[in-house]
RNA sequence: AGGCGCGUAGCUCAGUGGUAGAGCACUACCUUGACACGGUAGGGGUCGGAGGUUCGAAACCUCUCGCGCCUACCA
C-alpha cells in the first residue's frame, strides 16, 4: 500500500475496509501449501460450501466469522493454514431456480429436454454461482480461493462415482422397492432427513363404516379419507372384546368391490384411540407398510408421482389428492357409510424444499446400508478420535447413529451426480464407472441423480483430489476443525464421518465445533415470511429500513422484531465488516440462538473508532519518525503494569480460542484495549511522552522505555485483534511502528501468545496498580458528587499506617495529581491526624488496612451532599460486613472451610470494619461543617 | 412421548462452589490538545419458582412453571 491517506477522524470503514482484500491476496496470504518440504504443522478447515443458489445470509456471516477467526489465528502462529472453500450444486434447489427462469420464458424443462436443462443450469451458474463468494470476501473471509471446489466440477464428479462404484462392489449400495417419501411437487423421492414435520396442523378425523361380509358394519378413522381406496385390510387389537366376534372376517370396498381381511394386530392398533379399528393402507403409510409385512397384505398404490389419483383409484382417478378427498368423502356420504367428523390436530410430513405435503409412496430406488458406517462413526466419537463441542451435542450425535435408517440416495431430478448405472429393458442392471463398451444401446442409464448430500459427504477428501494420492490429500486430511451450524450435524457431519471413515479409514477430522442459530433479537427464527431478516452487507455498508422493507406493514414486523434497531433512526449506518464480524464473535458459538441485537454492532462500532483514536494518540506520542527499538524489558511500573495486562489478555484470548469461546477472546481483547490500555495507560503515558508546562520532558531513559512499551503493546494489539477485526487492524498495523522483521501483513506476523507474553506477567505490579486506580477513582468521586468544577484543582491527601502504600503513594503522586487534579502533589501522611475544615473523607478498605483518600474542599463542600456520600459508602460497607459476619458467626464455616478462605474473609471483615470506623468518623466532622 | 437448550439489571448476553458482571439503555456533570462513535461519577438485579446437598449455591441434585429447538409417533 503506497497510497496512506491520513487517519482522518473519526474512523469510516468505508474508506479502509476495500483497501486491503486485494491486497491480503496479491501477498498470497490466503494460500495453503501442499509442498512436501514444507515442514510447518496444518491446520485444516473445510468451509461447509454454501448452496449455490444461496445469497449471504446471517448464518453464512457467523459462519464466515467464527472460522476466519479461526483460520487467522492459526496462521498467525505459524500453522500451513488451509481453509478450503467452494460450494454443493443444491440439486433441487438449484433446479427450482432455473426453472422459474424458464417460466418467465413460458417454458418447462421438458420443452427443453434433459440435455439443453442441463446447459441452462451451467449457464446460470457461471453467471450467477460465485456471488456468495464475493460476499464472503466483503467479509474478509480468508480461504484459499484458488483451491475453490464445485460439486459439480469435473475432477469431484468422479469421486461421486468411485464412491458409489466402490460402495456398490461392496455391497452396500443396493436398489430397493419400498416405501419412501415422495415430494409430488417436486417429482423426486425424499430422504427422511429432508422431511421437515408441521406440528400443530389443524385438520380433521373422518370416520366411515366399512360392511362386513356376513352382516354388520366396523367403523375406522382417517385423516386421509382419499387412501381409502388403498386399503386392503382393517386392524383392531387382539384384546380388544368389541371386536372378537369379528376377527378373521373380511370386508367389502364400497368402490372397488374388492374384499379385504379384519386382522388382528398388537403393534399397530391403540384400542383407546378413535374407535379401536384401523384401516390399512400399506402403500401409503409407513406403519401400514410395516403391518402389511406382517401379515402378507397387498400393497396398492392409488397415486401418480404428481399427486393424482391413478388407475387403481377406480372412478377417482385423475383427480388432485385434496379433490379426491372430498369427492371420497361425499361419495361415502351418499353411500350412507359417513359416520361424522372430529377436529384433529396432526403433524404434516412436508418436503423441506417445496413446502409440500409428502406422500408415502412405494418405489425403487437406490439405497445405501448405514449401520455399519454408523457403527464406525459412533466408535470414532466414543474413542475420542474426533471431538464434538459443545460436548452436549454428542448425545444427539449418538441417538442419530443407533436409531439410523439406510439412507435413500436417488432423487429423480436432471441436475445432480447421474448415477452410473445401466439398465436392460429386461431388468438387468451393470454399475461401472463408466459406460461398458459392450453394452448395446438397449441399455439405458439410470435417469436418476444422487442426493446431493452424497456429494458433500465426501468434501473432505473429494476436495483434495480424492481418489486419486495427491500431496493435498497427503498432507490436509485428516481436517483439524469442522465448523458448522448443530441444524446440520445428520445432513452433513455425521455422513462425513462416515464417508472418511469408510474411503479413507480415518476420521475426516478431529474436532467438531458447532454454532447455533442466528435469531432475530426476540428470539424468532429469521424468515421472509415473518419479515425479520436482516442481510449481513446491509449491516456492512448501511442501509434505510425503508429500502430492506416494502411497506409499512412489513416495517411494523421488522421493528417488532429488532426493538433495538426502532430506535436507531431510519437505518443502518454502515457498521464496516470489522463491527460485524466482532458483534458476531461476542455472542458464545455453542448458544442454540444467536439473537441478532443491532444496538451491539452499534457499539463495537465505537469500539473501532476508540481503536481508531487511540493509535492516532499513540503515534503522536511516539513522536513523528520514530522506528522500532528492540528494547528490553521495561522497569518503570506503569509500562511494567501495561505489559502484564497485555500478556494476562493474550493468555485469555489464546484460551478462548483454543475452546471455540471466541467470544471470551473478543471480550479480553476488548476490555484490554479500552479499559488498561486507554483509560489508564495512555493516559498515564501523555506527560511522560509530551512537554511538561515548562517546555522540559521527562527523563530521557525514560521516555525511551515508555515509547518502546508503547509502541510494543500498540504493535501487539494489533495482531492480537487482527484475527477478530481483520481491516483495521491491517491498515493501523500498516501505519505503526514494528520489527523489522516481520512481514508484509499483520495476517502473517506471529500471533501474540501466552508463551510470548509469560514473560511479562507481574501479579505484584498488577496488585499495586489497582490500589493506585482505587485512589484515583475515590479522589475522582468525591470531586464528582460535590460537583467540583473539572478545571478547579483540588488539595488532597492520602493517609495509611503502612509504610509500602506510603512509599508507594508517594512514588506515583505524579500520577494522583494528573488523573485527579489535585492542587500540588497529594500529601502523603499517617492516619489519625487533624483534619481541616471542608475536607471529605473516602476509605479504601485495602488488604494493607484502610488507605483514607482526604479531598480538600474549602468553600466547595455541600454539607448535605457529603452527609448523602459517605451514607453511601457506609451502607454499602455494611452489606458487605453483614454478609462477611454471617459466614463467620455461622457454624461451621470456620472449621470447615478451607482455612485460606477463613482467614481471606476476616481479613476482609478487619479492613472493612476499620474503613467504616474511619467513615463514622468522617461523618461527624461532615456533620459540623 | 423422548432428548437437548434457555430463563441473571429495561434490552442483548457473560458468569460451573467463596460477598452478582459487561455492552447498550438510564441519571448527573464535562466539548480538556486521541476519541462526544468520548470522559468522569452514579442509579438499577430476593440470578423463573419450590425443595435438597454443602460451612457456603446464580452455579450441583430433585421437582415445578414458562419459552425454544430436535427426534419419534399421532387411524
Given at each position: 500500500m503506497t497510497d496512506t491517506p491520513a487517519?482522518?477522524?473519526?474512523?469510516d470503514p468505508a474508506l479502509v475496509e476495500p483497501r486491503w482484500y486485494a491486497f491480503w491476496e496479491s501477498h498470497g496470504v490466503f494460500a495453503a501449501s501442499d509442498a512436501p518440504a514444507d515442514a510447518r504443522p496444518v491446520y485444516v478447515v473445510p468451509m461447509p460450501p454454501p448452496n449455490v443458489t444461496g445469497s449471504l445470509h446471517m448464518g453464512h456471516a457467523l459462519m464466515t466469522t467464527l472460522e476466519d477467526v479461526l483460520v487467522r489465528w492459526h496462521r498467525m502462529r505459524g500453522f500451513n493454514t488451509l481453509w478450503q472453500p467452494g460450494t454443493d450444486h443444491a440439486g433441487i434447489a438449484t433446479q427450482t431456480v432455473v426453472e422459474r427462469l424458464l417460466a418467465r420464458e413460458g417454458k418447462t424443462r421438458h420443452d427443453l429436454g434433459r440435455d439443453a436443462f442441463v446447459a441452462r443450469v451451467w449457464q446460470w451458474r457461471r453467471e450467477t454461482g460465485d456471488r456468495i463468494h464475493l460476499q464472503q470476501r466483503v467479509l474478509g473471509a480468508s480461504p484459499d480461493w484458488a483451491r475453490t471446489k464445485f460439486t459439480m466440477d469435473e475432477d469431484m464428479s468422479r469421486a461421486v462415482t468411485e464412491a458409489f462404484v466402490r460402495l456398490h462392489e461392496q455391497g452396500l449400495m443396493y436398489r430397493a422397492t419400498r416405501l419412501i417419501n415422495w415430494c409430488p411437487e417436486c417429482r423426486t423421492a425424499l430422504s427422511d432427513l429432508e422431511v421437515d414435520s408441521e406440528e400443530g396442523a389443524s385438520g380433521e378425523l373422518f370416520e366411515f363404516a366399512y360392511e362386513v361380509e356376513g352382516g354388520g358394519e366396523i367403523v375406522v378413522a382417517t385423516t386421509?379419507?382419499?387412501?381409502m381406496l388403498g386399503d386392503t385390510a382393517i386392524a383392531v387389537h387382539p384384546?380388544?372384546?368389541?371386536?372378537t366376534a369379528l376377527h378373521g372376517k373380511r370386508v367389502k370396498h364400497p368402490f372397488t368391490g374388492r374384499t379385504f381381511p379384519i386382522v388382528t394386530d398388537a403393534i399397530l392398533v391403540?384400542?383407546?384411540?378413535?374407535?379401536?379399528a384401523v384401516k390399512v393402507t400399506p402403500a401409503h403409510d409407513f406403519n401400514d407398510f410395516a403391518t402389511g409385512k406382517r401379515h402378507g397384505l397387498e400393497e396398492i398404490n392409488v397415486l401418480n408421482l404428481d399427486g393424482t389419483m391413478n388407475e387403481?383409484?377406480?372412478?377417482?382417478?385423475?383427480?388432485?389428492r385434496k379433490e379426491a378427498r372430498r369427492a371420497v368423502k361425499r361419495a361415502l356420504e351418499e353411500k350412507g357409510l359417513a359416520r361424522g367428523t372430529k377436529p384433529h390436530v396432526l403433524t404434516l410430513p412436508r418436503c423441506q424444499r417445496s413446502g409440500g405435503v409428502v406422500e408415502p409412496m412405494i418405489s425403487t430406488q437406490w439405497f445405501l446400508k448405514m449401520k455399519g458406517m454408523a457403527d464406525a462413526a459412533l466408535d470414532a466419537v466414543r474413542s475420542g478420535k474426533t471431538r464434538i463441542?459443545?460436548?452436549?451435542w454428542t448425545k444427539t450425535y449418538d441417538h442419530f447413529l443407533e436409531n439410523i435408517q439406510d439412507w435413500c440416495?436417488?432423487?429423480?431430478?436432471?441436475?445432480g451426480h447421474p448415477i452410473p448405472a445401466w439398465h436392460h429393458p429386461d431388468g438387468r442392471i451393470v454399475v461401472a464407472r463408466?459406460?461398458?463398451?459392450?453394452?448395446?444401446?438397449e441399455w439405458a442409464q439410470d435417469p436418476d441423480v444422487l442426493d446431493t448430500w452424497f456429494s458433500s459427504a465426501l468434501w473432505p477428501f473429494s476436495t483434495l483430489g480424492w481418489p486419486e494420492k495427491t500431496p493435498a490429500l497427503a498432507r490436509f486430511y485428516p481436517a483439524s476443525d469442522l465448523e458448522?451450524?448443530?441444524?446440520?450435524l445428520f445432513f452433513w457431519v455425521a455422513r462425513m464421518m462416515m464417508f472418511g471413515l469408510h474411503f479413507?479409514?480415518?476420521?475426516?477430522?478431529r474436532r467438531v465445533l458447532l454454532h447455533g442459530l442466528v435469531v432475530d433479537e426476540t428470539g424468532d427464527k429469521m424468515s421472509k415470511v415473518k419479515g425479520n431478516v436482516i442481510d449481513p452487507l446491509d449491516l456492512v455498508h448501511g442501509t434505510t429500513f425503508a429500502k430492506m422493507v416494502p411497506d409499512a406493514d412489513a416495517m411494523a414486523k421488522f421493528k417488532k422484531a429488532y426493538p433495538s434497531a426502532a430506535a436507531m433512526g431510519t437505518g443502518f449506518p454502515a457498521f464496516g465488516a470489522d463491527a460485524v464480524r466482532f458483534t458476531l464473535a461476542t455472542?458464545?458459538?455453542?448458544?442454540?440462538?444467536?439473537?441478532?441485537?443491532?444496538r451491539r454492532i452499534e457499539g463495537n462500532r465505537h469500539f473501532l473508532n476508540k481503536i481508531w483514536n487511540a493509535t492516532r494518540l499513540a503515534l503522536e506520542l511516539l513522536g513523528e519518525g520514530y522506528t522500532w527499538t528492540d528494547a528490553p524489558?521495561?522497569?518503570?511500573f506503569v509500562n511494567r503494569w501495561i505489559r502484564s495486562r497485555f500478556a494476562s489478555a493474550c493468555a485469555a484470548a489464546h484460551a478462548g480460542l483454543d475452546a471455540f469461546r471466541i467470544d471470551e477472546a473478543a471480550t479480553a481483547a476488548y476490555r484490554f484495549f479500552w479499559y488498561d490500555l486507554c483509560d489508564w495507560y495512555l493516559e498515564l503515558v501523555k506527560p511522560v511522552l509530551r512537554p511538561q508546562a515548562d517546555g522540559a520532558f521527562a527523563r530521557p531513559a525514560e521516555v525511551a522505555e515508555t515509547r518502546a512499551t508503547l509502541a510494543t503493546v500498540l504493535e501487539g494489539s494489533l495482531r492480537l485483534m487482527h484475527p477478530l477485526l481483520p481491516f483495521i487492524t491491517e491498515e493501523l498495523w500498516q501505519r505503526a511502528p514494528r520489527p523489522a522483521?516481520?512481514?508484509?501483513?499483520v495476517a502473517l506476523a506471529p500471533f501474540p501468545g501466552p508463551d510470548a507474553e509469560?514473560?511479562?506477567?507481574?501479579p505484584e505490579i498488577e496488585a499495586w496498580m489497582a490500589t493506585l486506580q482505587e485512589i484515583v477513582s475515590a479522589g475522582r468521586t468525591v470531586r464528582s458528587e460535590h460537583d467540583v468544577d473539572k478545571k478547579a484543582e483540588v488539595a488532597m491527601a492520602v493517609r495509611s499506617d503502612d509504610a509500602e502504600v506510603a512509599a508507594f503513594v508517594r512514588a506515583h503522586a505524579g500520577d494522583v495529581r494528573l488523573l485527579v487534579?489535585?492542587?500540588?502533589l497529594p500529601a502523603v501522611e499517617g492516619r489519625g491526624g487533624a483534619r481541616e475544615a471542608g475536607t471529605a473523607v473516602s476509605v479504601i478498605a485495602s488488604q494493607r488496612g484502610p488507605i483514607e483518600v482526604l479531598v480538600g474542599?474549602?468553600?466547595?463542600?455541600?454539607k448535605d451532599a457529603e452527609l448523602a456520600r459517605i451514607d453511601r459508602e457506609v451502607k454499602k460497607l455494611d452489606k458487605d460486613l453483614a454478609a462477611l459476619d454471617k459466614k463467620l458467626a455461622?457454624?461451621?464455616?470456620?472449621?470447615?472451610?478451607?482455612p485460606e478462605v477463613v482467614e481471606e474473609a476476616r481479613r476482609q471483615r478487619e479492613a472493612l470494619a476499620a474503613g467504616k470506623t474511619r467513615l463514622e468518623e468522617a461523618r461527624v466532622l461532615a456533620a459540623e461543617l
Amino acid at each position: 500500500m503506497t497510497d496512506t491517506p491520513a487517519l482522518e477522524q473519526p474512523y469510516d470503514p468505508a474508506l479502509v475496509e476495500p483497501r486491503w482484500y486485494a491486497f491480503w491476496e496479491s501477498h498470497g496470504v490466503f494460500a495453503a501449501s501442499d509442498a512436501p518440504a514444507d515442514a510447518r504443522p496444518v491446520y485444516v478447515v473445510p468451509m461447509p460450501p454454501p448452496n449455490v443458489t444461496g445469497s449471504l445470509h446471517m448464518g453464512h456471516a457467523l459462519m464466515t466469522t467464527l472460522e476466519d477467526v479461526l483460520v487467522r489465528w492459526h496462521r498467525m502462529r505459524g500453522f500451513n493454514t488451509l481453509w478450503q472453500p467452494g460450494t454443493d450444486h443444491a440439486g433441487i434447489a438449484t433446479q427450482t431456480v432455473v426453472e422459474r427462469l424458464l417460466a418467465r420464458e413460458g417454458k418447462t424443462r421438458h420443452d427443453l429436454g434433459r440435455d439443453a436443462f442441463v446447459a441452462r443450469v451451467w449457464q446460470w451458474r457461471r453467471e450467477t454461482g460465485d456471488r456468495i463468494h464475493l460476499q464472503q470476501r466483503v467479509l474478509g473471509a480468508s480461504p484459499d480461493w484458488a483451491r475453490t471446489k464445485f460439486t459439480m466440477d469435473e475432477d469431484m464428479s468422479r469421486a461421486v462415482t468411485e464412491a458409489f462404484v466402490r460402495l456398490h462392489e461392496q455391497g452396500l449400495m443396493y436398489r430397493a422397492t419400498r416405501l419412501i417419501n415422495w415430494c409430488p411437487e417436486c417429482r423426486t423421492a425424499l430422504s427422511d432427513l429432508e422431511v421437515d414435520s408441521e406440528e400443530g396442523a389443524s385438520g380433521e378425523l373422518f370416520e366411515f363404516a366399512y360392511e362386513v361380509e356376513g352382516g354388520g358394519e366396523i367403523v375406522v378413522a382417517t385423516t386421509r379419507p382419499e387412501t381409502m381406496l388403498g386399503d386392503t385390510a382393517i386392524a383392531v387389537h387382539p384384546d380388544d372384546p368389541r371386536y372378537t366376534a369379528l376377527h378373521g372376517k373380511r370386508v367389502k370396498h364400497p368402490f372397488t368391490g374388492r374384499t379385504f381381511p379384519i386382522v388382528t394386530d398388537a403393534i399397530l392398533v391403540d384400542p383407546t384411540f378413535g374407535t379401536g379399528a384401523v384401516k390399512v393402507t400399506p402403500a401409503h403409510d409407513f406403519n401400514d407398510f410395516a403391518t402389511g409385512k406382517r401379515h402378507g397384505l397387498e400393497e396398492i398404490n392409488v397415486l401418480n408421482l404428481d399427486g393424482t389419483m391413478n388407475e387403481h383409484a377406480g372412478r377417482f382417478a385423475g383427480m388432485d389428492r385434496k379433490e379426491a378427498r372430498r369427492a371420497v368423502k361425499r361419495a361415502l356420504e351418499e353411500k350412507g357409510l359417513a359416520r361424522g367428523t372430529k377436529p384433529h390436530v396432526l403433524t404434516l410430513p412436508r418436503c423441506q424444499r417445496s413446502g409440500g405435503v409428502v406422500e408415502p409412496m412405494i418405489s425403487t430406488q437406490w439405497f445405501l446400508k448405514m449401520k455399519g458406517m454408523a457403527d464406525a462413526a459412533l466408535d470414532a466419537v466414543r474413542s475420542g478420535k474426533t471431538r464434538i463441542l459443545p460436548a452436549e451435542w454428542t448425545k444427539t450425535y449418538d441417538h442419530f447413529l443407533e436409531n439410523i435408517q439406510d439412507w435413500c440416495v436417488s432423487r429423480q431430478l436432471w441436475w445432480g451426480h447421474p448415477i452410473p448405472a445401466w439398465h436392460h429393458p429386461d431388468g438387468r442392471i451393470v454399475v461401472a464407472r463408466e459406460r461398458p463398451a459392450d453394452l448395446g444401446p438397449e441399455w439405458a442409464q439410470d435417469p436418476d441423480v444422487l442426493d446431493t448430500w452424497f456429494s458433500s459427504a465426501l468434501w473432505p477428501f473429494s476436495t483434495l483430489g480424492w481418489p486419486e494420492k495427491t500431496p493435498a490429500l497427503a498432507r490436509f486430511y485428516p481436517a483439524s476443525d469442522l465448523e458448522t451450524g448443530y441444524d446440520i450435524l445428520f445432513f452433513w457431519v455425521a455422513r462425513m464421518m462416515m464417508f472418511g471413515l469408510h474411503f479413507m479409514g480415518d476420521v475426516p477430522f478431529r474436532r467438531v465445533l458447532l454454532h447455533g442459530l442466528v435469531v432475530d433479537e426476540t428470539g424468532d427464527k429469521m424468515s421472509k415470511v415473518k419479515g425479520n431478516v436482516i442481510d449481513p452487507l446491509d449491516l456492512v455498508h448501511g442501509t434505510t429500513f425503508a429500502k430492506m422493507v416494502p411497506d409499512a406493514d412489513a416495517m411494523a414486523k421488522f421493528k417488532k422484531a429488532y426493538p433495538s434497531a426502532a430506535a436507531m433512526g431510519t437505518g443502518f449506518p454502515a457498521f464496516g465488516a470489522d463491527a460485524v464480524r466482532f458483534t458476531l464473535a461476542t455472542y458464545p458459538p455453542s448458544n442454540k440462538r444467536i439473537a441478532l441485537a443491532p444496538r451491539r454492532i452499534e457499539g463495537n462500532r465505537h469500539f473501532l473508532n476508540k481503536i481508531w483514536n487511540a493509535t492516532r494518540l499513540a503515534l503522536e506520542l511516539l513522536g513523528e519518525g520514530y522506528t522500532w527499538t528492540d528494547a528490553p524489558a521495561p522497569e518503570g511500573f506503569v509500562n511494567r503494569w501495561i505489559r502484564s495486562r497485555f500478556a494476562s489478555a493474550c493468555a485469555a484470548a489464546h484460551a478462548g480460542l483454543d475452546a471455540f469461546r471466541i467470544d471470551e477472546a473478543a471480550t479480553a481483547a476488548y476490555r484490554f484495549f479500552w479499559y488498561d490500555l486507554c483509560d489508564w495507560y495512555l493516559e498515564l503515558v501523555k506527560p511522560v511522552l509530551r512537554p511538561q508546562a515548562d517546555g522540559a520532558f521527562a527523563r530521557p531513559a525514560e521516555v525511551a522505555e515508555t515509547r518502546a512499551t508503547l509502541a510494543t503493546v500498540l504493535e501487539g494489539s494489533l495482531r492480537l485483534m487482527h484475527p477478530l477485526l481483520p481491516f483495521i487492524t491491517e491498515e493501523l498495523w500498516q501505519r505503526a511502528p514494528r520489527p523489522a522483521s516481520r512481514g508484509a501483513s499483520v495476517a502473517l506476523a506471529p500471533f501474540p501468545g501466552p508463551d510470548a507474553e509469560r514473560a511479562a506477567l507481574a501479579p505484584e505490579i498488577e496488585a499495586w496498580m489497582a490500589t493506585l486506580q482505587e485512589i484515583v477513582s475515590a479522589g475522582r468521586t468525591v470531586r464528582s458528587e460535590h460537583d467540583v468544577d473539572k478545571k478547579a484543582e483540588v488539595a488532597m491527601a492520602v493517609r495509611s499506617d503502612d509504610a509500602e502504600v506510603a512509599a508507594f503513594v508517594r512514588a506515583h503522586a505524579g500520577d494522583v495529581r494528573l488523573l485527579v487534579k489535585t492542587r500540588g502533589l497529594p500529601a502523603v501522611e499517617g492516619r489519625g491526624g487533624a483534619r481541616e475544615a471542608g475536607t471529605a473523607v473516602s476509605v479504601i478498605a485495602s488488604q494493607r488496612g484502610p488507605i483514607e483518600v482526604l479531598v480538600g474542599l474549602k468553600g466547595l463542600v455541600e454539607k448535605d451532599a457529603e452527609l448523602a456520600r459517605i451514607d453511601r459508602e457506609v451502607k454499602k460497607l455494611d452489606k458487605d460486613l453483614a454478609a462477611l459476619d454471617k459466614k463467620l458467626a455461622s457454624p461451621g464455616f470456620v472449621d470447615r472451610a478451607p482455612p485460606e478462605v477463613v482467614e481471606e474473609a476476616r481479613r476482609q471483615r478487619e479492613a472493612l470494619a476499620a474503613g467504616k470506623t474511619r467513615l463514622e468518623e468522617a461523618r461527624v466532622l461532615a456533620a459540623e461543617l
